[in-house]
C-alpha cells in the first residue's frame, strides 16, 4: 500500500509571566481580566482602580530548538553546529536572567532582565551578555 | 538548562482517543509542578509522574484548577493551533518549576512545560500563562 510521509510536527510554545499581585502606584491587589487579543480571548491581572498590571518580576522565554541535521555537505553541518552552540548559549542566558531577576526581585535592574527583550543576537553578543550577568548576579 | 515544553506520549493518546470518541476528555485543566530546581520536560512524563522529581502543587492557589481560556487559533493552516491562557495567584510563597496542562478528568497531562529557571512566587504573586500548540505540516 502506497503511503503518504507527511513532516507534521506538534509545536508547543508557552510562556510564563511572574509578577507581584498588588498594584504598585494604588497599593490594591490585582483582579482578573479577561480581554480580546484579536480573535483570542485572552486574560490578565490589572489593577481595579488604575488598570496598571503588576510589576513584571521575570518572563520566562521559549528557545526554539535549531532545525535537524538535513545533509552532510560542510555547510550545512557548520550551519547546524553554529546554531547548536547559538542555542545552547541563548538558553544559558535566559537560565541566568530569570535567576537573576527572581534574586532582585524588590531591587531595580535593567528591564531587559525581566522581560528577555531585547534578547542578544549573535554567539558574540551571547558571550558578552551571560559575562554580563556572570558579574552582576 | 532550557525552557523546555513538549506533548507527552500519554497526551498525544489521549487525543487519539478522542479523534475515535472513545471515552477521554479535552484540554480543560492546568497544574504547576513544584521542584526546587528547573526540570526538563520529557514526552515520557505522565500526569502521575512529571518530570525529574518534580510533583504537582495541590495548594496555595497552584493546584490544579480549570485553564481560564482555552480557543483555537490560526498559525499556518486555518485552525491548525489550540490556545490555553491561566492566572496562578499564590497564596504563600512556593517555587514554580513548571505546568501539567490536563485534560478535564484530570488524570492525563497533555503538555508539560519546565521553565528556564525556578520562579519563586510569595504570597499574592501571579504567573500567568500564555500557551499554544500547533499542529504543523510544513
Known amino acids: 500500500m502506497p503511503t503518504t510521509r507527511m513532516k507534521g510536527r506538534m509545536i508547543t510554545k508557552v510562556v510564563g509571566e511572574h509578577r507581584i499581585g498588588i498594584c504598585e502606584k494604588c497599593g490594591v491587589k490585582t483582579v482578573k481580566e479577561f480581554y480580546m487579543d484579536g480573535e483570542r480571548r485572552r486574560v490578565r491581572m490589572v489593577c481595579p482602580n488604575c488598570g496598571e498590571l503588576g510589576k513584571l518580576i521575570a518572563r520566562t522565554t521559549a528557545v526554539q ?66 559575562h554580563k550577568l556572570i558579574y552582576t548576579s | 538548562m532550557a525552557q523546555t515544553q513538549t506533548w507527552t506520549n500519554t497526551g498525544i493518546a489521549e487525543l487519539i482517543l478522542l479523534l475515535r470518541e472513545e471515552a477521554a476528555t479535552g484540554m480543560e485543566s492546568i497544574v504547576a509542578l513544584n521542584m526546587a530546581t528547573p526540570c526538563t520536560a520529557a514526552v515520557a512524563s505522565t500526569f502521575a509522574d512529571p518530570a525529574d522529581t518534580a510533583t504537582h502543587h495541590t495548594d496555595s492557589g497552584l493546584a490544579i484548577q480549570a485553564i481560564d481560556t482555552v480557543g483555537g487559533d490560526t498559525t499556518n493552516t486555518a485552525g ?12 504563600a510563597s512556593k517555587n514554580v518549576a513548571g505546568i501539567h496542562v490536563c485534560n478535564n478528568d484530570d488524570d492525563v497531562a497533555f503538555v508539560e512545560c519546565c521553565f528556564n529557571s525556578v520562579l519563586a512566587m510569595e504570597n499574592t504573586d501571579t504567573l500567568t500563562i500564555d500557551g499554544q500548540s500547533t499542529i504543523d505540516q510544513a
Not at chain 1, 76 to 94: E, Q, R
Not at chain 2, 80 to 91: P, Q, S, Y
Request: aromatic fraction near 12%.
Open chain 2, 80 to 91: 491548525d493551533t489550540i490556545t490555553f491562557d491561566h492566572v496562578f495567584t499564590a497564596t
Open chain 1, 65 to 130: 530548538a535549531p532545525q535537524p541535521l538535513r545533509c552532510f555537505r560542510f555547510k550545512c553541518v557548520a550551519k547546524f553546529i553554529k546554531d547548536s552552540l547559538f542555542c545552547a548559549l541563548l538558553s544559558d542566558y535566559h537560565k541566568r536572567r530569570i535567576a537573576y531577576a527572581e534574586k532582585n526581585r524588590h531591587k531595580v535592574i535593567p528591564e531587559k532582565y525581566r522581560t528577555g527583550e531585547p534578547s542578544p543576537k549573535t554567539i558574540w553578543q551571547l558571550l558578552v551578555a551571560t
